[in-house]
């Protein structure tokens, strides 16, 4: 008798240990599943921005823009680059094209078109366009916020 409970409490602990780990799987998936929509979303929402920012300008082929959002048009004032940003208008940073443009989506139009300064000094810029610097910016991008410092 002692023998056939030893068996029966077996049973019943390796049953319940593979309910547990069929349990821990299923959980994983299922949290692993509800990051990729968002992340979907997100993709999306950036190429819809360079489709329509692609109809008014031609984009450089050869690199995928940082999308960002302005949130806060007042604390980037400093900047010439955003003297006329409004909140939720997109900014496309193309690092290696050293080109940022400033899109608002309400309107479909594009604001303003600016070189990157990347550790330069603005004299040292040759064009007459307004160049934006690149550490000193407060947009949130789909994928990181930028905050100055």
Do not use: H
């Not at 950036?46 to 920012?53: D, P, S």
């Amino acid at each position: 008798m002692n023998f056939l409970s030893k068996s029966k409490s077996k049973i019943i602990w390796t049953t319940l240990l593979i309910i547990f780990l069929v349990s821990i799987y299923f959980n994983y998936q299922y949290f692993r599943n509800l990051k990729t929509p968002q992340e979907d979303i997100a993709k999306s929402e950036i190429t819809k921005t360079i489709e329509q920012v692609s109809k008014l300008v031609v984009l450089p082929t050869d690199e995928f823009p940082t999308v960002a959002t302005v949130t806060d048009p007042k604390a980037l004032q400093s900047q010439r680059f955003f003297l006329n940003a409004e909140k939720d208008d997109k900014v496309l940073i193309y690092s290696n094209a050293k080109k940022a443009i400033l899109f608002r989506p309400s309107q479909n139009k594009i604001v303003e078109i600016a070189p990157i300064n990347k550790g330069e000094s603005a004299s040292s810029t040759t064009t007459n366009a307004t160049p934006i610097s690149t550490t000193s910016t407060k947009i949130s991008t789909s994928t990181r916020s930028i905050i100055k410092k």
